[in-house]
């Protein structure tokens, strides 16, 4: 299909509600990412899947962050009890099955999260 | 950790001037290096990447950027810009050490008037 697409691309929540982001990789790429940026900063990792692996969550701020990937489709980031500093534009990439110096990472448009 | 830095955080340029925009980085080991780009209301797009080989890089729209390992530095260059490369533009690197996470720098808003 078409490129990364993320859902939904804009979310106003409240303090203290959880909220959940999706993630459509593009047909075929077997690795997917989440990246946040915070407004004024650059793009921070928070979590990478490839294929069946363990994930690597070492960029996933606190416990209130979780993310899941069935297989090698969607995916879901889900933020509980969100605060104000969690307000950020949400990034999901994918790249195909490569080796990693072969690995470029597309983007999707992002969802821009803002806690009240 | 590796981290990378931008040091303009904001450009602006009159049309045909030419660009150079700093990226350094720090790790010692073997990376690859990355620009991206994000035009207004568009998502981030890949400009020109570095891998091996040739330390000059051509990307797409005339860019490039040059790896100078001793100075960790993959600075972006276009002789003359345009109206059009309005936009923010990323660098990114990924070591080989560092899993396959890219560490980005904080980004440079370049503003091309007419």
């Known amino acids: 299909g078409a490129g990364v697409s993320q859902s939904p691309s804009n979310k106003v929540t409240e303090k203290g509600k959880d909220v959940e982001l999706r993630c459509d990789p593009i047909?075929?790429?077997?690795?997917l990412y989440w990246y946040r940026q915070r407004l004024g900063q650059g793009l921070e990792f928070l979590i990478y899947?490839?294929?069946?692996?363990?994930?690597?969550k070492s960029g996933l701020p606190s416990d209130r962050f979780s993310a899941e990937r069935t297989g090698e489709s969607v995916s879901t980031l889900t933020i509980q009890r969100t605060q104000q500093e969690d307000s950020a534009v949400y990034l999901c990439a994918s790249s195909p099955r490569r080796t990693l110096a072969k690995n470029i990472q597309y983007f999707g448009a992002g969802t821009r999260l803002s806690v009240l | 950790a590796q981290s990378v830095s931008q040091h303009n955080h904001h450009v602006i340029l009159s049309e045909a001037a030419s660009l150079e925009l700093g990226c350094n980085y720090s790790y010692g080991g073997t990376v690859n290096l990355f620009w991206y780009v994000q035009y207004p209301g568009q998502h981030l797009q890949l400009l020109l990447k570095?891998?091996?080989?040739?330390?000059l890089v051509k990307g797409i729209k005339g860019f490039e950027a040059e790896f100078i390992k001793s100075k960790f530095s993959f600075n972006l260059r276009k002789p003359s810009v345009q109206w059009s490369d309005t936009a923010e533009y990323f660098c990114a690197v990924r070591s080989t050490g560092g899993g396959n996470k890219l560490t980005f720098g904080t980004g440079t808003q370049l503003k091309v008037e007419l």
């Open positions: 899947f490839q294929g069946n692996s363990a994930p690597d």
């Open positions: 047909s075929g790429h077997t690795a």
């Open positions: 570095y891998f091996s080989g040739d330390p």
